[in-house]
């Protein structure tokens, strides 16, 4: 019973590089999201999807990008990194998001140096 | 004024108290309330969830929603060391373009 997986759990990327942030989920969720937790800061949704071939911007949305060709997976893209994304991103996902009950991975922690 | 306000703690407390953590919020809308519990390095997990107002006992939590005071709560009994964690309050008004909205949490210890 897999759940939600991410991949990497860690990385470690320089000033301008690009990544991407895999996610993955088995529970057939229509809705997944992309979360960076920050010290102080919280949970701030990034970008988020209510469906295969729908995205839409979430809080934080600057220098990230997202796609969903299938229900399974959501990658987040990192186009130009900077020290300011150096952070720990959850993927989440859920059945329906209304009611709030989210399925969280274990957590990407990311540094840009 | 924040939407949720929750205390980031440090809160520490001797193994087999009473634990209560809390959280304001502003949005009358709001209508499901859920306590996540993040241990250190690992993503949150959902705890406790309830709809409205009144209380939902599991085991040793009860979750606690008081929607006149715009006030929710999370009580652990006989707390163990095992209950060290952050936790997390988060809400939301329960419609389809409707955000889910989190406290920013609060880190507990359990003093063996």
């Known amino acids: 019973n897999a759940g939600v997986t991410q991949t990497p759990k860690f990385q470690v990327l320089k000033t301008g590089q690009s990544m991407t942030l895999q996610c993955a989920q088995d529970?057939?969720?229509?809705?997944m999201s992309w979360y960076r937790q920050d010290p102080g800061m919280g949970l701030r949704l990034i970008h988020y999807s209510v469906g295969a071939g729908i995205t839409d911007q979430g809080e934080v949305p600057n220098g990230y990008n997202v796609s969903r060709s299938t229900t399974e997976d959501f990658p987040l893209r990192l186009l130009s990194a900077a020290p300011s994304q150096t952070s720990v991103y959850f993927c989440?996902?859920?059945?329906?998001?209304?009611?709030?009950?989210?399925?969280f991975g274990e957590g990407s922690r990311l540094t840009v140096l | 004024q924040k939407e949720v306000e929750q205390d980031p703690g440090p809160l520490s407390v001797p193994e087999g108290a009473i634990v209560s953590l809390n959280c304001t919020y502003s949005?009358?809308?709001?209508?499901?309330f859920m306590w996540y519990r993040q241990y250190s390095r690992k993503g949150p997990e959902l705890l406790m969830y309830?709809?409205?107002?009144g209380n939902k006992e599991d085991g040793r939590f009860t979750a606690q929603v008081d929607k006149s005071s715009k006030y929710i709560s999370l009580f652990i009994r006989d707390s163990q060391p095992s209950d060290s964690a952050t936790y997390l309050c988060?809400?939301?008004?329960?419609?389809?373009?409707?955000?889910?909205?989190f406290g920013k949490g609060t880190r507990l210890h359990i003093l063996p």
């Open positions: 309830t709809y409205s107002s």
């Open positions: 989440a996902s859920s059945y329906r998001v209304y009611t709030g009950e989210l399925f």
């Open positions: 529970m057939n969720h229509e809705y």
């Open positions: 988060a809400m939301t008004a329960g419609n389809r373009d409707d955000k889910i909205i």
């Open positions: 949005n009358s809308a709001f209508q499901y």
